[in-house]
């Protein structure tokens, strides 16, 4: 949560680092030199404000109010006064409503006692930086539509206006500590902190919570290390756009989440005509400087922004591709999907534009995982010949990212994502699976294990069915072929002659995260089960699989495992259900 206070709040003073009220520089003046302007500029009250059941944004919270009342009958001050709301009651109020969308007849017909007004969850801001919630005192400062001609009255105002001043930065305070303790927001004062100037075109807009730490997660140079060192995942993207000129050569492209830039860069290798670079975090201007140096600013424009909210310059509307690496652990982690599709509706060329990756599917399966049973579970049985288990019982309510050699069963396909029509709602969803083990021998099957395979297609289009992944195995040559020795361009192989001529395949390129492949950074994701399978070859373990977007924060995800085991001549057992989070 992004906790953001207006002027009207903060007055002439700011929460330093350690949380304490702290005066500026206007504080340190003789308060006499305070115009009467300078008192009424202080309110806060003109700032856009939208409607409380609609999208009409008005230029102050009181137009804001009085349209709610006039066009849907709602009065906001007469339903707190008539519920007898203080000002937490009141903002969880605001941020039901926000959230919610009640009608504007079941709003007034609240009593007092509903259980949201006293819900910590509503506490936390629907709207980013809501006028509406700087402005629920229940005493409102009062202003004068002209300067008073009587001095002494002028002064017992401005008496009263230091004194509500006085209040309301004691109301921040205790406000503060009641959600840092309600809610564990334990770096407020880092929120409420003004952004740094930023050189590049777009500055990202204010964040919410759970955007704040994810971005300035990627501004650190060591992930980006990571990334970049990861050869099944740089060379794939390398090869597919250097390798496809028919796709890149004098087209349009956006790179979503730029970082370094990298993508960008092959791009404009391939002959891009122009590529524009995103990236809301502070890696933005890491990527700045790395154009310039390698003499491509002609090409490539960074943009610093959120995608959602970012415009293209010069009055670029589409874009014919748009590449990205947006994938987290088990696919989804991290919620960047989200935004590449966001770009895709705002951005790609309805015509013939291209998603690159184009096609991703989560794959599941049976795993033995004993060692990583063994280090993350059984260690802790034995320790100097004490019992310590207590310290395993959370490592079975969160997903485990680590690397595994094979697998007890086929891999089967839980969600196929189809980049070009799939709705963001669809991110959230449910599959049934059916696993057979294929262990030679009695195992224990101490795991379910998820990956994922991406696909890349030069006309966008789904992979034909029977297209296999590419497992990049130890010593593959997939970095040769797209560097050329003397960097000349890539030669495809020619088909070999002879038999009657058949229609191509499309031509997909791919990569694998599964066991069967080279490690990637992004590795397996593990899911260790409290009760470990006793498997055979034949055993069929069948279920279901949930997986849909936390609602502790929007970049983790839930996920659930339903399933039974059936053995060969037996009923199968009964369900049982384990519940993990993946952050």
């Keep these: 949560m992004s906790l953001r206070l207006s002027a009207r709040y903060l007055g002439a003073s700011a929460l330093n680092v350690d949380g304490e009220i702290s005066s500026d520089s206007s504080d340190s003046e003789d308060e006499s030199d305070l115009t009467w302007e300078d008192w009424i500029s202080d309110s806060g009250a003109k700032r856009p404000c939208k409607s409380l059941f609609d999208d009409t944004t008005f230029t102050s919270v009181a137009e804001a109010l009085e349209y709610d009342k006039d066009t849907h009958g709602f009065d906001f001050e007469q339903t707190c006064s008539r519920l007898s709301l203080d000002s937490y009651r009141r903002i969880r109020l605001v941020n039901w409503i926000r959230k919610e969308k009640p009608s504007p007849e079941h709003a007034n017909a609240l009593k007092g006692d509903e259980a949201f007004l006293s819900a910590d969850e509503y506490l936390k801001p629907t709207l980013e930086d809501d006028p509406l919630l700087d402005s629920s005192d229940e005493e409102e400062i009062e202003v004068w539509p002209q300067s008073p001609l009587d001095l002494a009255a002028a002064k017992r105002q ?104 990298i993508l960008s860069l092959f791009a404009a290798r391939a002959g891009a005509k122009r590529v524009f670079a995103v990236d809301a975090s502070d890696i933005a201007e890491k990527a700045m400087q790395i154009v310039k140096a390698n003499d491509l600013e002609n090409v490539i424009t960074v943009i610093r922004g959120k995608i959602e909210e970012v415009t293209l310059p ?134 379910f294990v998820l990956y994922f395979d991406t696909f890349f297609t030069a006309s966008g289009e789904p992979i ?83 997986c849909k977007k936390s609602d502790d924060n929007s970049r983790e995800l839930d996920v659930e495992i339903h399933y039974t085991v059936k053995y060969e001549g037996e009923e199968p057992s009964e369900a049982i259900v384990q519940v993990f989070k993946v952050r």
Aim: overall charge negative; hydrophobic content about 40%; aromatic content about 10%.
């Design 314 to 447: 010069d009055d670029v509307t589409h874009v014919d591709v748009i590449v990205s690496e947006w994938m987290g652990y088990g696919l989804l982690y991290e919620s960047m999907l989200d935004s590449v599709l966001h770009a895709r509706d705002r951005f790609l060329n309805p015509d013939g534009g291209v998603l690159a990756p184009s096609q991703c599917k989560m794959m599941f399966g049976l795993c033995e995982a004993a060692e990583i049973f063994k280090e993350r579970v059984g260690f802790w049985s034995d320790v100097y010949g004490f019992d310590l288990a207590a310290m395993a019982a959370d490592v079975y309510n969160e997903a485990i990212v680590d690397v595994v050699d094979s697998m007890a069963s086929e891999p089967v396909v839980v969600k196929d994502l189809y980049l070009k029509t799939i709705a963001p709602k669809q991110l959230d969803f449910s599959s049934s699976f059916t696993l057979v083990s294929t262990t030679e021998r009695k195992t224990n099957i101490h795991a």
């Design 158 to 261: 401005i008496k009263r206006l230091k004194q509500q001043l006085q209040r309301t930065k004691q109301d921040m305070i205790e406000y503060r500590a009641f959600v840092s303790e309600r809610l564990n927001f334990t770096s407020v004062a880092e929120s409420l902190k003004e952004p740094v100037p930023s050189s590049s075109i777009h500055v990202a807009a204010p964040l919410r919570d759970d955007d704040s730490h994810y971005f300035q997660s990627y501004g650190e140079n060591d992930i980006h290390a990571v990334m970049i060192q990861d050869k099944v995942r740089t060379a794939t993207y390398a090869q597919f756009i250097m390798t496809t000129p028919e796709l890149f050569r004098d087209a349009v492209v956006l790179d979503v989440g730029c970082g370094t830039g």
């Design 464 to 546: 034909p069915e029977d297209s296999q992944v590419h497992f990049v195995k130890e010593g593959d040559p997939i970095l040769a072929e797209v560097w050329q020795v003397g960097g000349k361009p890539h030669i495809s192989r020619r088909m070999s002659s002879g038999g009657p001529l058949k229609k191509p395949k499309p031509k997909t390129t791919s990569f694998s995260t599964g066991p069967l492949s080279v490690p990637t950074h992004w590795k397996q994701t593990l899911f260790l089960l409290r009760d470990p399978i006793i498997v055979h070859e034949g055993t069929i373990v069948q279920g279901t699989f949930i």
